[in-house]
């Protein structure tokens, strides 16, 4: 039975592990400049807050989901068993990856039984060859951080005389939909909407002193890299002391750098992991000197001639006006920038959706990435999701073919990954015009 905790927020949390080993030491100090610690400061979870003097309770997620996440990753860190980590490729994703890993080293858990798991190229988590490649690692606990979700079986089976490997799903994008025997922490259905890096540090903070200290900075790049948040008020973790130390440029950098190699053709998520997880400060992963930096310098230049190449394909729009479609042919990940930066820019009285195809990115399929334009996010209240869905809906059968990779993410930014036929037949629905009916002028009965 699956653990639905944005449904039923109630759990029964089994007794927590009391006791923890020392922490263990997640970095070498020889490969980042070690940045002095806070020994005063003290910090508390939000899971009760308040904005605006009116207490929110259950967030960033569920009470009960947090506190029986907590006890997941303390009884995995006793059992010092194989733990499989996978963080999704972004910012988000990996920074949220990180506060785990580093939050597993502090309760005890030897870093020999660590293991990180990259989603391959125009794969995701859900699909059964990524399954076999995560089942190979005869891990007995999973964590899965950033990668949404989906209604299924276990989602890293285990061995042939062996039960599903006990899974933990960190996320915050939209879903109804959760895996089976899967302890689901989501925080997809409690405004405002934490970011995943978020949802793990608050998650995480309780559990040991240096959490803060180590993790801020993380929660901070996942933050902006998913929402660019340039106002941050409660119920948003406490990152006063946080915005005192690093400077948002410094961040914004920091951004920019870590979610460049997950977009070239190449696919290069490794190299912005080790840069997150062996840096102490933005800086380690800005520096020119550091270790991973050139190769993330490279991968940003990279993608961004493909944008300037791609960025200016000529558009086409819906029949009923409300969609911009931008069409391009490219191995790089740049679909999704480019729909951002034409969803600030479009304007159109009618116009609520920027639409960019990539034909390129994986053969015989395509991925799209949709954007809310500034106008309509001003104007209206646009769901992408059951825009798409609704779409679809108009041809019987299309939107069961195109299946579960269809109209993922989140409600202002979605996307997915389908066959380029069943794409084609999308947009013909798309494009197809409403019948206009002009009513008529009573008869006029001459005498």
Not at 38 to 45: G, P
Not at 101 to 128: C, I, M, Q, Y
Not at 304 to 326: N, Q, W
Not at 373 to 401: F, W
């Amino acid at each position: 039975m699956s653990r639905n905790f944005t449904k039923h927020h109630e759990l029964l949390v089994r007794k927590a592990f009391t006791t923890i080993k020392p922490p263990s030491v997640f970095f070498s100090t020889s490969r980042v400049a070690v940045m002095p610690p806070r020994t005063q400061e003290v910090r508390t979870t939000s899971s009760v807050v308040t904005m605006n003097d009116t207490p929110l309770k259950n967030w960033p997620a569920p009470t009960a989901a947090l506190e029986a996440a907590r006890v997941f990753l303390k009884e995995c860190a006793a059992a010092q068993q194989t733990t499989l980590l996978v963080p999704d490729k972004d910012a988000d994703g990996l920074s949220g990856g990180c506060i785990i890993w580093r939050t597993l080293l502090l309760l005890g858990l030897e870093k020999k039984h660590l293991r990180v798991h990259f989603v391959a190229k125009g794969s995701n988590v859900h699909d059964p060859e990524e399954k076999l490649r995560m089942k190979a690692y005869n891990a007995k606990y999973a964590i899965i951080v950033d990668q949404g979700s989906q209604e299924g079986p276990p989602l890293v089976p285990g061995n042939d005389t062996d039960e599903a490997v006990k899974t933990l799903l960190i996320d915050h994008h939209e879903s109804d939909e959760f895996l089976e025997d899967a302890l689901v922490l989501s925080a997809c259905k409690h405004k405002p909407v934490a970011t995943s890096a978020m949802l793990a540090y608050e998650l995480c903070l309780p559990l040991h002193k240096e959490v803060a200290d180590q993790c801020d900075y993380l929660c901070a790049i996942g933050t902006v890299g998913d929402l660019a948040a340039s106002l941050w008020e409660p119920p948003f973790s406490d990152m006063e002391l946080c915005f005192k130390r690093y400077t948002k440029k410094s961040i914004n950098d920091a951004v920019s750098l870590v979610n460049a190699p997950r977009r070239t053709a190449l696919f290069d998520v490794e190299s912005a992991w080790k840069a997150v997880v062996f840096s102490r400060c933005p800086a380690n992963i800005i520096a020119t000197d550091s270790q991973y930096t050139p190769r993330l310098l490279a991968a940003r230049a990279e993608v961004s001639a493909e944008v300037a190449r791609c960025a200016r394909m000529p558009l086409t729009f819906s029949g009923d006006g409300k969609v911009a479609l931008v069409r391009i042919s490219s191995r790089a990940q740049v679909h999704n920038v480019i729909a951002t930066r034409w969803a600030g820019t479009l304007k159109s009285p009618r116009l609520q959706v920027v639409m960019v195809a990539n034909t390129g990115y994986m053969p015989g399929i395509v991925h799209f990435s949709c954007r809310v334009t500034r106008q309509a996010r001003a104007t209206a209240d646009v769901n992408i999701i059951d825009m798409l869905k609704s779409y679809a809906d108009k041809k019987p059968g299309l939107r069961e073919k195109m299946g579960s990779n269809f109209a993922r993410g989140h409600k202002q930014a979605s996307g997915g990954k389908v066959k380029a036929e069943d794409f084609k037949s999308l947009w013909n629905v798309m494009a197809q015009r409403e019948p206009v009916t002009v009513p008529s002028e009573p008869r006029k009965w001459v005498k």
